[in-house]
């Protein structure tokens, strides 16, 4: 586990305190399970292997190219085989990487349903994509819910995994990357060293992003199912921070989520060209006056529609699967006691609505402001000039 101090790494490195209980004994034999989506297509996956070789990676330049694995899911009209969750190896990784090893079994974990099916057939037509970017240490299979929720939307996602930035990561031929990144921010010797180091870990995600982007576009595959005039990304801790840098860098980038995340990398003071953007994060990290200062600073920032929105009882984790699979087995978090049930539904429904309002045009009253649906859910500053 990577022993980055809280006052540098704020909310993003709460990492290393994730559900500390113990699965109940009448659920050691559950399967977890992602939430089926809700809506109307299949969803189908593929992954994809890609190499830039216009940038030497980052974080071990003696590897050569940057290299990133990528999950694509897309709306489907059936067909395939279930895809599988993550590889033992990413499983027993993550794991240990979260104090979880004698806890979990690997197996368990990596053997999680899913609701997507490898080589399913694709649904005609050309639909928006949205990139997903996890959080520092995790695997991109922790953004899997939300993935399939978008696809079955009629979305096309490319959740993607930075090389050397999680714990565990299984490219071609069986080889496992570890994070080389961790080690490198943990040796940075002070917190302004730390957050200098993951401002440019932003930086260099929206630059991974701006190529998956470049590769899908000018596929001959995947160009006939993409709209490459809606375009959106989002992520989770430093994923969401590298979903505004994207924005920032790449005018293709329409609209972009943050969950969860800290600024280390600024929104510019210029603002991202008026295109919409939601902050959505825990209540007891990103409300107005807590740690966290980067949160109200760039809200500021921010100068087309926007919404930051806080849930209660949540946690760091919140946003991604863990909650939601440790809930089926018994494992919970009593730092954060919102269940992983409504932590995947809140998470779902806010972030659906979003691209759902900005890349199809269909007006979300969920946005509007408080919904008796959602009692968890606080608007903060929702009337803003620029906010409407």
């Known amino acids: 586990m990577i022993g980055i101090r809280r006052d540098a790494a704020a909310v993003l490195l709460a990492l290393a305190v ?8 009448a659920a050691a034999d559950v399967r977890p399970a ?3 989506p809700t809506g109307a297509y299949e969803v189908g996956r593929d992954t994809l292997h890609l190499v830039d070789g216009e940038r030497r990676d980052p974080w071990v330049p003696s590897s050569g190219a940057r290299q990133l694995m990528v999950s694509m899911y897309y709306p489907a009209r059936g067909g395939g085989e279930p895809a599988p969750y993550m590889s033992v190896d990413e499983a027993r990784l993550l794991l240990k990487g979260q104090n979880l090893d004698k806890r979990f079994a690997p197996e368990l974990l990596a053997g999680t349903g899913t609701n997507a099916r490898a080589g399913a057939r694709r649904a005609g037509g050309r639909h928006p994509l949205v990139v997903l970017s996890p959080g520092f240490t995790l695997n991109r299979a922790t953004l899997t819910s939300l993935a399939e929720e978008l696809a079955s939307r009629g979305y096309v996602v490319a959740l993607v995994d930075h090389a050397y930035e999680s714990f565990g990561t299984t490219f071609p031929g069986g080889r496992t ?21 993951l401002a440019k870990a932003a930086a260099g995600r929206a630059a991974d992003i701006s190529f998956v982007i470049d590769r899908l576009t000018g596929s001959p595959v995947w160009k006939r199912s993409i709209d490459p005039r809606r375009i959106g990304a989002a992520g989770h801790s430093l994923g969401g921070n590298a979903a505004a840098s994207v924005m920032a860098a790449d005018r293709r980038v329409r609209a972009g989520v ?6 280390f990398a600024p929104v510019p003071k210029r603002g991202l060209g008026k295109r919409p953007f939601l902050m959505l994060g825990t209540r007891s ?6 740690e966290d200062t980067s949160w109200p600073r760039d809200f500021e920032r921010l100068d087309g529609w926007k919404r930051w929105l806080t849930v209660a009882d949540s946690g760091h984790f919140t946003f991604i699967d863990l909650p939601i699979l440790g809930g089926q087995v018994g494992m919970t978090d009593p730092s954060a006691p919102l269940s992983g049930k409504r932590s995947g539904e809140i998470t779902r429904s806010y972030v659906g609505a979003f691209f759902d309002q900005h890349l199809r045009g269909k007006h979300q009253p969920l946005l509007d ?3 008796p649906a959602n009692p968890e859910v606080t608007f903060q500053n929702p009337r803003s000039p620029s906010g409407q």
Do not use: Q, W, Y
């Not at 943050?258 to 600024?263: Q, W």
């Not at 990290?285 to 807590?290: A, D, I, K, Q």
């Open 285 to 290: 990290g990103h409300s107005p006056g807590s």
């Open 258 to 263: 943050n969950m969860d995340g800290t600024f």
């Open 34 to 36: 992602i939430p089926r």
């Open 18 to 25: 994730a559900m500390p209980l113990t699965p109940s004994p």
């Open 369 to 371: 402001g408080p919904s």
């Open 177 to 197: 990357l570890t994070c080389v990144a961790c080690d490198t921010v943990e040796k940075a010797g002070s917190a302004a060293a730390e957050k200098e180091l």
